[in-house]
Nanobody, 113 residues
Framework: QVQLVESGGGLVQAGGSLRLSCAAS????????IGWHRQAPGKQRELVAH???????KYVESVKGRFTISRDIAKNTVYLQMNSLKPEDTAVYYC???????WGQGTQVTVSS
């Protein structure tokens, strides 16, 4: 049974940092494409960062240079390091395994100005 559990969200001031974690069971993250998505109130869910099974990464333009997606194979966990956070980064962040069409439950990130 596939399970993705996000953690690491919270309240932070603008300019601060957070590291989100996506811990997996029932799926080997290193051989799957994994994305971090976010959904702000009243907005559509959007892809923020993506890492392929081969380790290639891509980012939405608004987070390039500030966010970094990575993975720890031994821990079967994918991370999203978020630096220089802005109020517009406030959203619920989800990890997603496209092969299984499986979403985690999400973790709230709130950036105060």
């Amino acid at each position: 049974q596939v399970q993705l559990v996000e953690s690491g969200g919270g309240l932070v001031q603008a300019g601060g940092s957070l590291r989100l974690s996506c811990a997996a069971s029932g799926i080997i993250l290193s051989i799957n494409d994994i994305g971090w998505h976010r959904q702000a109130p009243g907005k559509q869910r959007e892809l923020v960062a993506h890492i392929t099974s081969g380790g290639s990464t891509k980012y939405v333009e608004s987070v390039k240079g500030r966010f970094t997606i990575s993975r720890d194979i031994a821990k079967n966990t994918v991370y999203l390091q978020m630096n220089s956070l802005k109020p517009e980064d406030t959203a619920v962040y989800y990890c997603y395994a496209s092969k299984y069409d499986y979403w985690g439950q999400g973790t709230q990130v709130t950036v105060s100005s």
